[in-house]
């Protein structure tokens, strides 16, 4: 697996470094509006740890900042009040999913009637 990059976009966030439109933060986890949104509202939700990707977090992570971070997720969701109407998560991990930033991160995407869930080949 790819060694974590302290200089990744996330990590510099995380750090203070770069600003973002903050949404939720507690101990385990950052979520911030996405700088190029794919939905009215597409919200991303990073782990605090050096984690490349869902297979480094879920092989590396420990049991408190696994459970935290993914109680996050549901957390910020449901203060987005997109539990009722609904909302799609995803996570791309590695180059066959385009991931961009080497930092895990999950996408919610929601707003609105987002269809299909992929386009196909
Ligand atoms: P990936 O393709 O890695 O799953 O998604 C990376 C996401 O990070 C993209 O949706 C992109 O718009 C977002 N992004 C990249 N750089 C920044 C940034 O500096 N700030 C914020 N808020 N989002 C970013």
Avoid: W
Wanted: hydrophobic share 40%; net charge negative; with cysteine.
């Amino acid at each position: 697996m790819t060694a974590y990059d302290q200089n990744n976009i996330f990590a510099r966030i995380l750090r203070g470094e770069i600003p973002c439109k903050k949404v939720y933060e507690d101990d385990h986890a950052l979520a911030f509006h996405d700088i190029n949104p794919q939905a009215p509202i597409h919200v991303l939700v990073i782990p605090k740890g050096p984690y490349v990707s869902m297979a480094d977090f879920t092989a590396n992570a420990p049991d408190d900042l696994t459970l935290g971070f993914f109680r996050a997720v549901g957390k910020v969701a449901a203060d987005l009040e997109l539990t009722e109407p609904g909302y799609r998560i995803l996570a791309n991990h590695g180059p066959d999913s385009h991931q961009e930033v080497p930092h895990l991160h999950i996408h919610i995407f929601g707003g609105k009637r987002l269809g299909p869930m992929l386009v196909r080949a």
